[in-house]
């Protein structure tokens, strides 16, 4: 006689007995909980990042949302100079804002700003790099490069855009700072 449907159903208290079994044998998968950083190091000093660019103030917004980055996904410490384990430095090589879209009397509908980013990690100690990464556009490979657009006639501005850049480039830095060794 063939079993009914309800016979062959797992029960819940079965499914999770199974998943809890499995559970263990996932552990040397390579998955991990948590960020993968450097065990060895505990401080961190990021210094205000530099620009060679004319357009002031985005090198401290950029700092910041690193700190604000570092502070709230890693396990260093933020602290001043000579005393940390680690230093990371950028530069701003480039900042671009360009119209994206115009009207029929070539005004800026819609515009974007991007920023391109030298990024240097190294051990304080031994002045060996942990990474050194330029992170990229298709012109420089091996820069980083945040966008963010915005339409002055929707109300946006260039402030709130170039938050929005810095933003992403900061989780983009403190993430390359994960599992980079």
């Not at 499995?22 to 960020?35: E, Q, R, W």
């Amino acid at each position: 006689m063939p079993s009914s449907f309800d016979d062959r159903l797992i029960s819940r208290r079965q499914a999770l007995q199974w998943g809890l079994l499995m559970f263990p044998s996932l552990a040397g998968c390579g998955y991990m909980i948590g960020g993968q950083y450097p065990k060895e190091f505990r401080t961190i000093y990021v210094p205000t990042f530099t620009t060679e660019t004319f357009r002031r103030g985005f090198e401290t917004q950029l700092t910041e949302a690193v700190h604000k980055q570092i502070e709230a996904r890693t396990p260093f410490q933020i602290v001043g100079g000579n005393s940390a384990d680690t230093v990371l430095t950028g530069h701003i090589r480039r900042i671009d804002k360009r119209p994206t879209n115009q009207n029929r009397f070539d005004d800026p509908r819609e515009l974007e700003i991007s920023l391109a980013v030298d990024v240097h990690w190294v051990n304080n100690r031994t002045g060996e790099p942990i990474f050194q990464r330029q992170l990229g556009a298709p012109a420089a490979l091996n820069q980083l490069v945040g966008d963010a657009s915005f339409a002055p006639e929707a109300g946006q501005s260039l402030a709130t855009a170039t938050q929005q850049a810095v933003d992403d480039l900061g989780r983009r830095i403190v993430g390359m700072m994960e599992g980079t060794w």
